[in-house]
């Protein structure tokens, strides 16, 4: 290479035509995240009331409590803004009310092989914070935003390292 030609480099990690790809140039899914953080979900009932769930929120330092049914299957998410449209429409008596006519219903889900910019963009759309991760019906993670966004700074981070070493090499 001549001094002062101009050099491109190509990182295996990024955003390909509006993707999110992994170091091997393969979209990164639900599963890679759930793999880092976890799969655990906090959840309660529908008859559980709506002070309970406030005091499972703040015990467990969550943004969200998916709601599950008999069949413990998805029925809601409960999230922090439910709660404040029950405390401004009906005051300080929703606390004894259940989560059923509360949480929101009809929540978007994913499955584990979903990728990252398929529910980036499913949580723009039905502005939703938190996704419910269903395989076969059964409840096995969530996501939500803060989760994608700090996969995403990692991805950042390691593309820069990557970067700062290719140029100490070169």
Not at 16 to 24: D, Q, S
Not at 42 to 70: N, S
Not at 104 to 119: E, F, G, K, L, W
């Amino acid at each position: 290479m001549e001094p002062g030609s101009d050099v491109i480099v190509v990182l295996m990690t990024g955003i390909l035509h509006g993707r999110i790809m992994t170091e091997r140039g393969r979209p990164v899914t639900v599963k890679t995240i759930l793999a880092a953080k976890g799969s655990d979900v906090t959840t309660a009932e529908p008859t559980a009331t709506l002070e309970t769930a406030i005091g499972i929120l703040v015990q467990h330092q969550i943004g969200a409590l998916v709601i599950l049914g008999a069949d413990h299957r998805v029925i809601g998410v409960l999230s922090e803004r439910d709660i404040l449209r029950a405390l401004a429409e009906r005051g300080a008596g929703a606390l004894t009310e259940p989560l059923a006519p509360l949480m929101t219903r009809n929540v978007p889900i994913c499955d584990q092989s979903a990728t990252v910019s398929s529910i980036m963009e499913q949580m723009t759309t039905r502005k939703s914070r938190h996704l419910p991760v269903v395989e076969q019906q059964r409840l096995v993670g969530i996501v939500s935003i803060g989760d994608v966004v700090k996969h995403r700074l990692m991805q950042m981070e390691h593309e820069s390292e990557a970067l700062r070493d290719y140029i100490q090499t070169a």
